[in-house]
């Protein structure tokens, strides 16, 4: 007899972290941070480079930059694409874990999954935005000379940088908020694509969700050759921020983050409702 | 005296896309006893237990049951492979919401497991999966226990314990459903017999 009353939140949450338990093992809980960090290190030389010639120390602030890159932004948003291509989580291992949550506290349960793979992918990216610079890091909340140059002259064009450090993201933001920033938006990103993939396994099934979540992220390479309007309609190029402070996107920050979490909002009540409504584990 | 009936179904119809599974299923167990079902593969015994324990939704009918006190293993038991036996129990324990590590290590000693085995789920047997899955379907002590194809890759001695332990759950006042393909446990354990023919049921004995 079980007779501790339940409480949805409670359950939800544990329903999560037994998905996480379970995710713990799962070779590609490795096997893709390990690709992505190996990747992140060779395109992020030139960066590497640059610092260790100019002497100087950098603050942390990689990250914010990264996605400014469109060849890297497609790979860095692909990666988590592969956590949350298999949403709604059925596995054989969930039978247990469902019969003691209940339908409802389990949908929950997966579907608080969805932000918190987000969450824990945009830190590994902002961890390893930073241990790729290192030992040139100095944690100080001054841009310093390092990003300055970078944005100031045409260095950026002598060591072959691909990333972009524009001057209007030193202008308007410190190195914590511009993080901060930047942190929101790829969180708010992967999370919409995380439920969008959800959403598209279930109407449209597995294949032909990986493929249109696949290529609304590539798009994102290609998306600046397109007339400039279309970025727009296409969230992966939303990561930018250097897109979103220059004006090049027709929305600022707090736009962005509402345009998403409308879509978040959107994607995750049908993923949800569908799932309710499903027979789970086939 | 009337017995209280503790899982029952109406009118049970499933469908997977057009092909009928359940067919107007309707059947009662009742409290204290233990009920076999029996039926060629694909007759939809796993399917009826996965509409009993609300993994599927049926298109229509109606269940009766308490899924607050519903113990279940159907098909293959799913554990997280990376952890030993006794940490996948605590887990799901604490999705139901109260940790009992004593009760946990009861229910693998009563299978016949050591709870002490550190090794990982992933090292174990076949029948040693088996008989934790059967751990995990009685260690919160539920009133009633869905059990499919229980003796799943079990040795002689395994099917023993585990008569012996259905039998001694239901003088405990225990409600069992069990489905299996064995006529000797049928014969043995089940005080009402149903049989699934192509998503139907009939009352054998
Ligand atoms: N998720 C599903 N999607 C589509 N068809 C299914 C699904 N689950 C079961 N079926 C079909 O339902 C029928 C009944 O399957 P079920 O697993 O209930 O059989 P069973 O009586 O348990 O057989 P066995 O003795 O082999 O375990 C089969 O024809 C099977 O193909
Ligand atoms: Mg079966």
């Not at chain 2, 940790?99 to 076949?126: F, H, N, T």
């Not at chain 2, 008989?131 to 539920?142: F, N």
Request: contains cysteine; aromatic residues 10%.
């Amino acid at each position: 007899m079980r007779p501790v009353k339940r409480n949805l939140v409670r359950t939800s949450c544990l329903v999560t972290l037994y998905q996480l338990r379970a995710a713990a093992a799962d070779l590609k809980t490795c096997l893709v941070p390990g690709c992505i960090f190996v990747y992140l290190y060779a395109a992020v030389s030139p960066v590497r480079d640059f610092i260790a010639s100019s002497g100087e120390k950098a603050a942390p602030c990689l990250f914010v930059f990264l996605f400014s890159d469109v060849n890297l932004a497609g790979p860095l948003l692909a990666g988590m694409l592969l956590f949350a291509m298999d949403a709604p989580f059925y596995g054989r291992d969930r039978l247990f874990s469902f019969l003691r949550a209940g339908r409802g506290a389990w949908v929950a349960g997966q579907a608080l999954f969805v932000p918190v793979l987000a969450f824990l992918y945009t830190s590994f990216l902002l961890l390893a935005g930073t241990l790729l610079l290192f030992p040139g890091i100095e944690f100080s909340n001054r841009w310093g000379k390092v990003w300055t140059t970078l944005a100031m002259s045409d260095a950026w064009a002598e060591f072959g940088l691909t990333i972009r450090v524009t001057t209007n993201i030193l202008f308007n933001y410190t190195p914590a908020e511009a993080l901060a920033a930047a942190f929101l938006l790829v969180f708010l990103v992967c999370t919409f694509y995380g439920f969008l993939s959800w959403m598209l396994n279930l109407i449209v099934g597995q294949a032909a969700s990986l493929v249109v979540c696949l290529a609304d992220i590539v798009i994102v390479a290609r998306v600046w050759y397109f007339p400039e309007w279309t970025r727009n309609l296409v969230p992966s190029a939303w990561t930018d921020l250097a897109a979103i402070t220059s004006g090049s996107l027709k929305m600022d920050l707090a736009g962005a983050a509402w345009r998403l979490g409308a879509g978040i909002v959107l994607t995750a009540a049908v993923s949800i409702a569908v799932t309710y409504r499903s027979d789970i584990g086939k | 005296m009337e017995r209280k009936e503790t899982v029952s179904a109406e009118g049970l119809v499933k469908y997977f896309g057009s092909e009928p599974v359940l067919r107007n299923v309707s059947f009662s167990v009742e409290a204290g006893t233990i009920c076999g079902i029996i039926g060629r593969n694909g007759s939809g015994k796993s399917v009826l237990f996965k509409c009993l324990t609300g993994l599927y939704i049926p298109d229509s009918g109606k269940v009766r049951i308490d899924r607050d006190s519903l113990g279940a293993l159907i098909e293959e038991p799913g554990f997280l492979l990376h952890y030993p036996g006794l940490r996948n129990l605590v887990y799901l324990m604490e999705i139901g919401g109260k940790v009992r590590r004593d009760a946990a290590e009861e229910a693998i000693r009563l299978v016949g497991l050591e709870p002490g085995d550190r090794r990982p789920v992933r090292k174990y047997s076949m029948g040693m999966r088996q008989r934790l899955g059967i751990a995990q379907a009685i260690m919160e002590d539920p009133d009633i226990l869905i059990l499919d194809e229980p003796m799943n890759g079990l040795d002689n001695e395994g099917v023993r314990d585990m008569r012996e332990l259905f039998i001694s759950l239901k003088n405990k006042g225990k409600t069992l459903l069990i489905a299996s393909h064995s006529r000797e446990d049928i014969e043995i354990l089940c005080d009402r017999v149903y049989e699934m023919d192509k998503g139907r049921i009939a009352l054998v004995r």
